[in-house]
């Protein structure tokens, strides 16, 4: 049985001594409880994205660099630090404050505590469809990757754990890491008659047929709302191709169009993209398809407090952004008369663990799904004397303590770590257990290997890296941030064409040769026939040699041209 909403709100007044209250659309901006707020219209969304298998609460840091170039600099969700807090009017020092950038972090999560966590979020989503009535639960991916138990039971604890929370709808990415085989079976059968899995942009290569169902539609209230699945479209190149080989991927706004265009003509009174394109791509795709109302975007792990309205030739769609983590739920209110969306209210929510009670079945079901591996997961194996994270264009802590690990134990002279944006952070004075690494390293692919380069080979790999981040075409950018790199140091200039970008490169002070070979540490690797220790072993090896670490000083490239963009806290 679930809290009466009397319960929820004395749990939460006791609780939320400083808050942040609700003020129109967006996000709450001085202290009252931040989950007390009136049902607005007649169709109500709940939206998360990019949980990465979080199922307990932890902590992590917002980005301190998240560059926007050309028109997008300056513009949400390009803003970080200060910047951010400017343009949403939000209070420093303030809970609003920390769930949205990186400042004070440390001194913040001791105040504010932990965010996230399924049990928690339980609650809250149950509280939520109690006073909206019909309310789906939207989930845009990135959902069975990223723990330990994730990767050990083949994504079941995800599966299970969303089946409880009472997702209705989800499309994904790295849930195709797994293998096709293993997410046609989860949605044949775990999923069957209970949550759509949606994707109108995946096709098979030989004959073009469609892999999954395009779209959903539901009645709510009394108004058809339809759902529109936006699987990521670069799975094939950003993540190994061998693991989905026979289907094909891409944007594919044309069958999109027609998608839309045929709802539109059965009158279909609210339309929904629910997509893990990344922000930049529903940016561009919003102002080029028509017809949709609003996309619920995931895979950048931006905090958007506030949708961006897009105009294109025909209307306006709303883009949104959820984050990560399971650290926000995003709840949209939508006023539908007469088959079109009149009004709108948006929230996006905090999940902070300590302000809302845990479910008793959801934290049961987590439990028992982490029972058979405690000892691992609990095994300790350094402690930080310094705060460890993963965020941001170029490098965090916590992947600096991967590189090091790699340069270290490896022998290697320069060290290569995938530019991932998902992984817990960790206080000082923490313990970095075995669960922890894998919260960083958790993927199906995860083995190292070493190989002489030529600093020219160097150069390219970083060159396409970069490419992928600030091409100034959202449509081109198909990676995630940059790629982390340990032991050499180099410039990049990020509003410069391809093949331009890096610069002055150099190792232990001296310039890097063309045709110079050199030692290269890297791991997760596209090619399948990758077979060196897993990164895990690598950094367990390191950790236990250290005891005590610290990440020491951040390798970050020298930027050029960047200064004064909002984007940028250095």
């Not at 069957?192 to 209230?221: C, M, P, W, Y």
């Not at 008369?337 to 009004?343: L, P, S």
Request: contains cysteine; proline residues 5%.
């Amino acid at each position: 049985m679930g809290l009466t909403r009397r319960e929820f709100l004395q749990i939460l007044a006791a609780a939320s001594s400083s808050g942040f209250a609700l003020n129109g659309n967006g996000v709450e901006r001085s202290d009252s409880n931040p989950y007390e707020f009136p049902r607005f219209g007649n169709v109500s969304l709940l939206h998360l994205t990019d949980c990465h298998a979080q199922l307990l609460p932890g902590h992590f840091r917002e980005p301190n660099i998240n560059l926007g170039l050309g028109n997008h600099r300056g513009q949400p969700p390009h803003i970080v630090g200060d910047a951010m807090l400017k343009h949403y009017g939000i209070k420093a020092g303030s809970r609003a404050a920390h769930a949205l950038t990186h400042l004070d972090f440390v001194a913040a999560a001791r105040t504010y505590g932990k965010v996230g966590g399924f049990a928690h979020l339980a609650t809250l989503v149950k509280q939520l469809r109690a006073e909206r009535p019909g309310a789906l639960l939207l989930d845009g991916g990135d959902s069975w990757q990223g723990s330990a138990t994730a990767l050990w039971s083949n994504g079941q604890d995800m599966v299970e754990a969303s089946k409880l929370l009472g997702v209705d709808i989800m499309t994904g990415h790295w849930e195709f890491t797994l293998g096709a085989d293993r997410v046609m079976e989860i949605v044949e059968k775990d999923f069957r008659g209970k949550i759509d899995f949606l994707a109108q942009n995946i096709s098979t290569r030989d004959f073009g047929d469609a892999v999954f169902k395009s779209h959903t539609v539901r009645e709510i209230n009394g108004v058809q709302v339809a759902v529109v699945g936006q699987a990521y479209p670069y799975t094939p190149i950003a993540n190994p191709a061998y693991k989905i080989p026979q289907w094909s991927f891409g944007i594919q706004e044309e069958s999109l169009q027609t998608t839309v265009n045929g709802l539109r003509a059965q009158g279909i009174g609210v339309i929904v993209l629910l997509s893990h394109n990344g922000m930049d791509v529903d940016l561009k795709l919003a102002s080029r398809v028509t017809g949709i109302d609003v996309i619920f975007g995931g895979h950048t792990h931006d905090a958007t407090p506030e949708p961006i309205v897009v105009a294109n030739r025909s209307g306006k769609t709303l883009v949104t952004n959820a984050g990560s983590n399971g650290k926000f739920l995003g709840v949209l209110d939508l006023d539908v008369k007469a088959g079109r969306v009149t009004e709108y209210r948006y929230r996006l929510l905090p999940v902070f663990a300590n302000l809302i009670p845990a479910d008793v079945e959801m934290e049961a079901l987590i439990q028992r799904h982490r029972e058979p591996y405690l000892p691992e997961l609990t095994r300790e194996l350094a402690t930080t004397e310094t705060l460890l994270y993963r965020r941001g264009n170029f490098n965090g802590s916590f992947d600096q303590l991967i590189l090091n690990a790699m340069l270290k134990v490896m022998d290697a002279e320069i060290a290569f770590s995938a530019g991932f944006r998902w992984g817990t952070a960790l206080l000082p004075g923490s313990a970095i257990t075995r669960e922890d690494l894998m919260a960083q390293t958790a993927i199906t692919y995860p083995y190292t290997e070493v190989n002489e380069i030529t600093g020219a080979d160097i150069k390219a790999i970083l060159e396409d890296k970069a490419d992928n981040l600030f091409n100034p075409d959202p449509y081109l950018q198909q990676g995630g941030d940059m790629t982390r790199v340990g032991g050499m140091q180099y410039s990049l200039e990020p509003s410069a064409p391809i093949g331009q970008r890096i610069s002055r490169m150099t190792l232990n002070g001296k310039s890097i040769g063309a045709n110079k070979k050199y030692k290269v540490a890297s791991w997760a690797s596209l090619d399948e026939t990758a077979s060196g220790p897993p990164i895990w072993n690598v950094v367990s090896c390191y950790l236990r040699d250290q005891r005590k670490i610290s990440a020491g000083v951040l390798n970050l490239p020298t930027l050029v041209g960047v200064n004064g963009n909002p984007g940028w806290d250095a």
